[in-house]
């Protein structure tokens, strides 16, 4: 014991013999070491949550609350995502505690292992058909990235033996997006034909898709389905005429600039775009004749007396005959049937949207052209933008000289701002010169009489050092008058040394100096 209180007062007078910023950092290491130990066990003795469910309803949420509270668990609630914090070594065990009791999720086929189908009538089981179809597109379309939440709801058709009593199917589908998440017409789309398809007897024109900002999403899609134009597809068509009449536009400043000058041209395109869809069917003839078919027939003819001797017995038994023939004739016809067509090809010919039905083009020269120039400069510009005479196609170029007056005065204005700019900047930078360079030469000037007054502080004090300690010796307690007029050998030595300490003070500080570097040798 005596040992241990021995090299505590040998540590303590230690680092008492320390300095003062030897003592404080000290101080510091030992109170951030003893503030990391207790943090460390807080944090081990702390409980450490971890998530039970998140993304939950406010059903859910709910009852997995009020689970908690009747356990007495402790948990910590994010309002914001109803998110559910636990203590990390409970999650296990409450999550298979709780997850049945989450009833708002969509079911499909799980619908068939629930119940038996024992005594279950038609009506019953297309309930339960039309359960099992709903909840598992809600499935399906939950697995979208962009979707949070759905539901759907389907009409089922309406049969008959009768076709005009017979009703197509409907279906309506609502959609809660996750936050920050957009669907476009395409996704949308999409869904709708997803949800075709999986039914029995429901057009896609039939379905309608919602968001929870209760927005149609559907509505553009099915004005299309229904043979109108939208507003956004009339948008569509105005935005193409307008990108194909910027690109003339371009094509044609860009062609002819280099010939008559930069800024010395304006162009103007006016496009006409037929965007139906159209089907054509061609008919060629063909002019030579094409035999189909050709028919030959011949006929003989012969003609004379006959006569036949019989025995009377029986026909059928073999006797002898004669015959005559007197007078004989033959004649014979032979007719010649031929068949012939035109011949002909057909074609279909289908034009996709788009199609440049008329295009106008106006074009302004800076400056007067004669008639030649503006016939070539109308072919040039013709060319360069697929003039078609036929579509009814126009093109004119007109020199006229520019008024540039605006321009003019624009330019001038700032001419005049930059250069009032430029004397401005150039009277600020000569004023910053000024007194930068007074202050330097204040500086300069500062230093300099500074230098001075010591030098001359120094070569005073040195010329008394030098005077009072080799010259001058020491006087006794009594002094007998001095006689100014009367020169000594001391007294002139005294002036000479004065003299030669004035007209060189330099050199006499560095006798000095030597002396004194000497004597302290």
Do not use: C
């Not at 899609?221 to 956004?232: K, P, Q, R, Y």
């Not at 009377?312 to 006797?319: G, K, Q, R």
């Not at 016809?333 to 440049?356: F, M, R």
């Amino acid at each position: 014991m005596n040992k241990l209180l021995e090299k505590v007062k040998g540590f303590w007078g230690s680092f008492k013999s320390q300095s003062k910023k030897i003592k404080i950092a000290a101080v510091i290491a030992i109170v951030a070491v003893i503030v990391a130990v207790i943090s460390t066990i807080v944090y081990s003795s702390s409980k450490q949550y971890q998530v039970l469910f998140s993304n939950l309803d406010d059903t859910n949420a709910q009852t997995v609350i009020n689970a908690l509270n009747s356990s007495k668990v402790d948990a910590k609630i994010d309002s914001s995502t109803n998110t559910i914090m636990v203590p990390k070594d409970q999650v296990d065990k409450l999550r298979l505690q709780l997850a049945p009791n989450l009833t708002s999720e969509s079911k499909g086929f799980e619908l068939m292992d629930s119940g038996s189908s024992f005594g279950m009538t038609d009506e019953e089981f297309k309930i339960k058909k039309l359960r099992i179809q709903q909840g598992e597109l809600e499935k399906t379309i939950k697995s979208f990235p962009q979707i949070q939440d759905a539901r759907v709801h389907i009409t089922e058709a309406q049969e008959s033996v009768f076709a005009k009593e017979k009703q197509p199917g409907k279906a309506a589908v609502y959609l809660k997006l996750k936050t920050g998440q957009t669907i476009g017409e395409d996704q949308v789309k999409s869904i709708v034909a997803l949800v075709s398809g999986a039914t029995e007897n429901v057009p896609r024109e039939n379905i309608d898709v919602i968001d929870d900002k209760m927005n149609l999403l559907t509505k553009d899609i099915n004005s299309d389905a229904n043979g109108s134009v939208s507003s956004e597809t009339v948008s569509k068509q105005q935005d193409a005429e307008k990108a194909y009449e910027d690109k003339l536009q371009k094509a044609i400043v860009s062609l002819l600039e280099p010939i008559v000058g930069k800024g010395k041209i304006k162009a103007t395109v006016n496009v006409n775009l037929d965007f139906d869809s159209k089907q054509k069917t061609q008919t060629v003839v063909d002019p030579n004749k094409v035999i189909v078919s050709q028919e030959n027939s011949k006929e003989t003819n012969n003609s004379g007396t006959t006569s036949t001797s019989q025995s009377p017995v029986d026909n059928n038994m073999s006797n002898t005959a004669s015959t005559t023939e007197s007078n004989p004739s033959t004649s014979s016809k032979e007719d010649q049937k031929t068949n012939y067509e035109v011949g002909k090809s057909e074609s279909k010919v289908i034009s996709a949207p788009g199609e440049v039905k008329r295009l106008t083009a106006s074009v302004v020269v800076d400056g007067n052209l004669d008639a030649a120039t503006q016939q070539t400069l109308e072919n040039t510009v013709g060319n360069a933008i697929g003039l078609d005479k036929l579509r009814g196609d126009q093109v004119s170029v007109l020199g006229m000289a520019f008024d540039t007056t605006v321009q003019d005065q624009a330019k001038s204005e700032i001419d005049a701002m930059s250069a009032e700019t430029a004397t401005s900047n150039r009277n600020k930078m000569m004023v910053i010169a000024g007194i930068l360079g007074a202050l330097l030469l204040g500086i300069i000037i500062f230093f300099i009489g500074r230098r001075r007054k010591k030098k001359k502080v120094e070569n005073e004090q040195l010329l008394n050092t030098l005077i009072d300690d080799t010259i001058i010796p020491k006087e006794p307690d009594v002094f007998e008058p001095i006689e100014f007029e009367a020169k000594t050998q001391k007294s002139h030595l005294e002036e000479e040394i004065k003299k030669y300490a004035t007209e060189k003070p330099e050199q006499v500080v560095e006798i000095i100096k030597s002396w004194l570097t000497e004597n302290e040798r």
